[in-house]
Nanobody
Framework: QVQLVESGGGLVQAGGSLRLSCVAS????????MGWYRQAPGKQRELVAD???????NYADSVKGRFTISRDNAKNTVNLQMNSLKPEDTAVYYC??????????????WGKGTLVTVSS
């Protein structure tokens, strides 16, 4: 019903920047929230940032001041600008969407993940 295509991951040095993008497609009627989660080696998946349709956003404490999430409702796209990257940011980043489709309300969908590696 809903497919998420992520892009922008890669390898950067500490202090560098990356911009992740996620485009949602499929039988979408509306999107309640979009965001990014990440899972580092040996850790559980955690919320990085999410943003609601009205524009309000939440950030993990570890990324506040460095990451910025944005959303283009018309394009069903969410972006994550990551600045001042640290080795601790190394993880697989997953796009997440909570969407209303023609078949269900408030369903959660996940991208396959994109790897971000920050070297020191």
């Amino acid at each position: 019903q809903v497919q998420l295509v992520e892009s922008g991951g890669g390898l950067v040095q500490a202090g560098g920047s990356l911009r992740l993008s996620c485009v949602a497609s499929g039988s979408i009627r509306s999107i309640n929230a979009m965001g990014w989660y990440r899972q580092a080696p040996g850790k559980q998946r955690e919320l990085v940032a999410d943003i609601f349709s009205g524009g309000s956003a939440n950030y993990a404490d570890s990324v506040k001041g460095r990451f910025t999430i944005s959303r283009d409702n018309a394009k069903n796209t969410v972006n994550l600008q990551m600045n001042s990257l640290k080795p601790e940011d190394t993880a697989v980043y997953y796009c997440h969407v909570n969407a209303v489709t023609m078949h269900a309300y408030g369903m959660n969908y996940w991208g396959k993940g994109t790897l971000v590696t920050v070297s020191s």
